[in-house]
């Protein structure tokens, strides 16, 4: 199971740390994912890590968030700096387990077979 958090109220320009726990010893051998879904639009793709650490953002978000991993905590973080109100939405973090998912497909929300229950990030303009 996975446990997000870390969402919250800020102002444009701020940051939040998201962190994602997961109840098992073996997420450093998972895909994770982080999406988020913003009112009366589709999930879609925020940032990826793979089991070997190699990561992938969608465009809107590279150079100011950063998804990260602690194996031996069993959690996974999605930093989020310089944020504007484009980014408010309830974010959610998956897992691809075991991994299947290539470097090219970490964006498709299909291949997450565990999603946690989501955070809300607000921010204000």
């Known amino acids: 199971q996975l446990q997000a958090s870390g969402g919250g109220l800020v102002q444009a320009g701020g940051s939040l740390r998201l962190s994602c726990a997961a109840s098992?010893?073996?997420?450093?051998?998972?895909?994770m994912g982080w999406f988020r879904q913003a009112p009366g639009k589709e999930r879609e793709f925020v940032a990826a890590?793979?089991?070997?650490?190699?990561?992938s953002y969608t465009d809107s978000v590279k150079g100011r968030f950063t998804i990260s991993r602690d194996n031996a905590k069993n959690t996974v973080y999605l930093q989020l700096n310089s944020l504007k109100p484009e980014d408010s939405a309830v974010y959610y973090c998956a897992a691809d387990s075991p991994p299947v998912a290539p470097y090219s497909q970490l964006s498709n929300g299909r291949l997450y077979d565990s999603w946690g229950q989501g955070t809300q990030v607000t921010v204000s303009s």
């Open positions: 098992v010893r073996t997420l450093r051998t998972y895909n």
């Open positions: 890590i793979k089991w070997d650490g190699s990561t």
